[in-house]
């Protein structure tokens, strides 16, 4: 299966460089990449960077949504999301981590 990363429309990014709020409130980080299934509109995870000396984690884009002020806010907490798998380089997800994603999520 192929994957996009493009996260732009015609009014510039979508998600990109957006704060991720945990199901509390709490900053989880920034989004700093998108994938997509191929052929779709919708993301399938966001990348998500907590921050300095901290690695990005994939967060799964179901159930996520939008705030007023553009922030993302995720279903999950920060404790669940800190013991996500990692993203790696760019994020394009092998079948084997994309399974370890969803099996992390769905696990909770």
Request: with cysteine; glycine share 8%; hydrophobic share 35%.
């Amino acid at each position: 299966m192929q994957y996009r990363t493009t996260d732009t429309d015609e009014l510039g990014p979508i998600y990109t460089g957006r704060r991720v709020l945990d199901v509390h409130g709490l900053a989880l980080g920034t989004v700093t990449d998108v994938v997509y299934d191929d052929g779709a509109y919708d993301p399938v995870y966001l990348v998500v960077d907590p921050g300095v000396l901290r690695r990005a984690h994939y967060v799964p884009a179901a159930g996520a949504c939008q705030t007023a002020s553009g922030e993302i806010v995720v279903a999950w907490d920060r404790d669940w999301f800190r013991l996500s798998p990692h993203a790696t380089g760019r994020p394009v997800l092998t079948p084997r981590r994309r399974r370890d994603v969803a099996s992390h999520y769905a696990t909770r």
